[in-house]
């Protein structure tokens, strides 16, 4: 039997939202950012309507991504 994959959204949590931190994961990873400019908000602008539905529901968005790839370690 094959199992059905469901992905969760937003949308399937805000009603319980209201003044919880809520955890907000997205790929921010623009091109141009390490250099200081952002060539394309693509990424960004998508992200915008999920963040809003946070905020809209009464939640505390905490928003975090990574910026580049990794270079090694730096104490």
Do not use: C, W
Not at 3 to 30: G, P, Q, W
Not at 50 to 71: F, N, Q
């Amino acid at each position: 039997m094959e199992r059905e994959l469901r992905y969760l959204k937003t949308s399937d949590f805000l009603n319980h939202l209201n003044a919880r931190i809520t955890l907000v994961n997205n790929d921010f990873n623009v091109p141009g950012a390490e250099e200081g400019r952002i060539d394309d908000d693509f990424r960004i602008v998508q992200a915008v309507p999920g963040i809003l539905e946070v905020l809209d529901a009464g939640g505390i968005p905490l928003l975090t991504t990574h910026l580049g790839r990794p270079r090694g370690y730096n104490p």
